[in-house]
């Protein structure tokens, strides 16, 4: 499966953005999705998944802010971050995983290009 995310940018803090990521070739709708994220100097974490079942993860970070969702005719995943913090700044990633324990142990199958999120205070 080949990934296509997009939707970064630059905002003010508390306000919201919503990042979206195309899927391509062979994406079944069995996958496990999620955005990860890494931020300068850090590693890259994930924070937010979605298993084909439905189940969400979400970082504590951003658990309340974020929410993970899929339309899967349209093949999209989304992530829509509300009262953004400076401290959410990082290069996005979408990514799919075989299935959800590969997403939260970081076994992935496809990433995205990332998009970056730049939130100033």
């Known amino acids: 499966v080949q990934l296509q995310a997009s939707g970064g940018g630059l905002v003010q803090a508390g306000n919201s953005l919503r990042l979206s990521c195309s899927a391509s070739g062979r994406t079944g709708g069995t996958h496990a999705m999620g955005w990860f994220r890494q931020a300068p100097g850090k590693k890259r974490e994930l924070v937010a998944g979605?298993?084909?079942?439905?189940?969400?993860d979400y970082a504590d970070s951003v658990k309340g802010r974020f929410t993970i969702s899929r339309n899967y005719p349209a093949k999209k995943l989304f992530l829509q971050m509300n009262t953004l913090k400076p401290e959410d700044t990082a290069v996005y990633y979408c990514?799919?995983?075989?299935?959800?324990?590969?997403?939260?142990?970081?076994?992935?199958?496809?990433w995205g290009q990332g998009t970056l999120v730049t939130v100033s205070s």
């Open positions: 979605l298993s084909a079942g439905g189940e969400t």
């Open positions: 990514a799919a995983a075989d299935n959800r324990l590969d997403l939260l142990g970081g076994i992935i199958a496809s």
